[in-house]
């Protein structure tokens, strides 16, 4: 019995150390999601997001809550409940171009700014197929940060 005790330790302190080595991206699942100063319902709630899909990148865990740092660097604790596996990324660069196709010889459809939420349907290579608003092309994916 104390052998599976050990064992099971010494798993849970090799998957928890994996953990927190690997940082990922996950997305908002509603328009108002809170972000705390710490990891439970007591704490204060620092701000309050209003878009759903916007991606985050956890950082840290701690038994239902995970540590978040946003594209504004905004850092904090979010539910699990509140997070979602959705693919979305933020455009990082002004005048982005949107393509019909994977090619940048393919027709040009849009330019989207800076901050721009994507939804992302799929990646090819190097490439993304988006949609943003109306449009819904491809985009170069070194012009994405998030949840690819």
């Known amino acids: 019995m104390v052998k599976i005790f050990i064992i099971l330790s010494i798993f849970s302190f090799v998957t928890n150390l994996a953990f927190s080595d690997t940082k990922y991206y996950l997305t908002l699942r509603s328009d108002t999601v809170n972000l705390r100063q710490g990891p439970s319902l007591d704490h204060p709630v620092k701000l309050v997001y209003k878009k759903k899909f916007l991606p985050v990148k956890i950082i840290d865990r701690s038994?239902?809550?995970?540590?978040?740092?946003?594209?504004?660097?905004?850092?904090?604790?979010?539910?699990?409940?509140?997070?979602?596996?959705?693919?979305?990324?933020?455009?990082?660069?002004n005048n982005s171009i949107v393509f019909k196709r994977p090619s940048e010889f393919s027709k040009p459809l849009a330019k989207l700014e800076k901050?721009?939420?994507?939804?992302?349907?799929?990646?090819?290579?190097?490439?993304?197929?988006?949609?943003?608003?109306?449009?819904?092309?491809?985009?170069?994916?070194?012009?994405?940060?998030g949840r690819l």
């Not at 978040?68 to 660069?93: C, R, T, Y």
């Not at 992302?120 to 070194?142: A, E, P």
């Open 63 to 93: 038994y239902n809550f995970r540590k978040i740092i946003d594209h504004e660097n905004n850092s904090g604790w979010i539910h699990v409940s509140q997070l979602s596996k959705k693919k979305a990324a933020i455009n990082q660069f």
């Open 115 to 145: 901050g721009r939420l994507c939804l992302v349907k799929k990646c090819k290579n190097s490439w993304c197929k988006i949609k943003t608003g109306d449009y819904s092309g491809w985009i170069k994916k070194q012009n994405l940060k």
